[in-house]
Nanobody, 126 residues
Framework: QVQLVESGGGLVQAGGSLRLSCAAS????????MAWFRQAPGKEREFVAA????????RYDDSVKGRFTISRDNAKNTVYLRMNKLKPEDTAVYYC???????????????????WGQGTQVTVSS
């Protein structure tokens, strides 16, 4: 059973930074691509960033490119999202997601992720 537990959310002023963490249970963590998605009130869940199983390739939504950095530590079964220059429009619940073990290639499509965390709230004040 794969479990994902996010942490690191909170309240921050515009221009500030946060680092989200997602700890995954289970073996073969490095075999699976990981991603972060977010959902703001009244909006659909949207892609933020993704990273391949070995961490070689990453992809970002244009809205966060240059401000957010996704990384992973396979020895710790953890993926991170470093968020800099935060804006009020970044306010959302942030979800960690994992693809199945056979899929090490990252994707921006939520339906291609099999496992999801419970989410962590990020609030950016103006």
């Amino acid at each position: 059973q794969v479990q994902l537990v996010e942490s690191g959310g909170g309240l921050v002023q515009a221009g500030g930074s946060l680092r989200l963490s997602c700890a995954a249970s289970g073996r073969t963590f490095s075999a699976s691509a990981m991603a972060w998605f977010r959902q703001a009130p009244g909006k659909e869940r949207e892609f933020v960033a993704a990273i391949s199983g070995l961490g070689i390739s990453t992809r970002y939504d244009d809205s966060v490119k240059g401000r957010f950095t996704i990384s992973r530590d396979n020895a710790k079964n953890t993926v991170y999202l470093r968020m800099n220059k935060l804006k009020p429009e970044d306010t959302a619940v942030y979800y960690c997601a994992r693809r199945g073990e056979k899929y090490s290639t990252s994707s921006s499509i939520s339906g291609e992720y099999d496992y999801w965390g419970q989410g962590t709230q990020v609030t950016v004040s103006s």
